[in-house]
């Protein structure tokens, strides 16, 4: 279970690669060529398939981590899991939020009793929904991601510098998420300070992935993994 949580995340961070490197066009590049441009809008289809796994396997990994973690505090693990699984949630909403403003783009039909200015600015009003929101969905998947990491630290399956910096990462991605909330003017000043969250995220799949957890460490007892 262990590697299959590190096998999610691995899953989950490549999506979001693709999401946010890859070839996917903007809905204004969309509202431009219209339906005359099905290659665009098959690349945009993609960013859809990419971030239904994304959600998918941060649920996965949700599973796995709360079963590996259970023995260590069984409470502690549902309330991570929890916020894990809500964060799903909440991504796949704000998905279907995306999906109304790239349908309004692309066939024009669905809305027969707008003119051209004011399917724009639904389309303006559903993408700035989607856009903003997402860092909403960020506070769940920050708790949950601390609480799991305490674990770790408390139960020395993993080496506690890896946990020490998963708590901090998550610590910061939920701070920064609030501020955002609470000061949409900060979001291109902060954005670079997620990076970091990235990369740990990175290094906890592959750790997970092939290293796994110390099977030997109990809670409380000095153990040789660190």
């Given amino acids: 279970m262990a590697r299959l949580a590190g096998f999610s995340y691995?899953?989950?961070?490549?999506?979001?690669?693709?999401?946010t490197?890859?070839?996917i066009p903007s809905l204004s590049a969309l509202s431009e060529q219209g339906a005359a441009s099905p290659s665009l809008e098959f690349m945009f289809r993609t960013g859809f398939l990419a971030e239904a796994v994304l959600y998918t396997f941060?649920?996965?990994s949700a599973a796995?981590?709360?079963v590996v973690l259970r023995s260590?505090?069984?409470?502690?693990?549902?309330?991570a899991a929890f916020c894990r699984l809500i964060e799903g949630a909440m991504g796949a909403t704000f998905i279907i939020f995306k999906y109304a403003a790239f349908a309004a783009v692309v066939n024009p039909d669905l809305t027969p009793g707008l003119s051209g200015e004011e399917r724009?600015?639904?389309?303006?009003?559903?993408?700035d929904i989607y856009g903003s929101a997402l860092y909403i969905?960020?506070?769940?998947?920050a708790v949950g991601g601390v609480i799991f990491f305490s674990l770790f630290f408390r139960s020395r399956l993993i080496p506690r510098w890896?946990?020490?910096w998963g708590i901090v990462t998550y610590s910061v991605i939920g701070t920064l998420a609030a501020s955002i909330i609470l000061y949409p003017s900060l979001a291109e000043q902060v954005m670079l300070f997620f990076v970091p969250g990235a990369l740990f995220e990175w290094v906890a799949a592959f750790w997970l992935l092939f290293a796994g957890i110390n099977t030997k460490a109990r809670v409380g007892e000095p153990s040789t993994a660190d």
């Fill in 10 to 19: 691995l899953a989950y961070t490549l999506a979001g690669l693709y999401i």
């Fill in 21 to 23: 490197f890859g070839p």
């Fill in 58 to 60: 941060v649920c996965i």
């Fill in 64 to 66: 796995a981590m709360y």
């Fill in 72 to 79: 260590v505090s069984q409470g502690g693990a549902l309330v």
């Fill in 120 to 127: 724009v600015s639904l389309v303006a009003f559903l993408r």
């Fill in 137 to 141: 969905l960020l506070i769940p998947m």
């Fill in 162 to 164: 890896l946990s020490a």
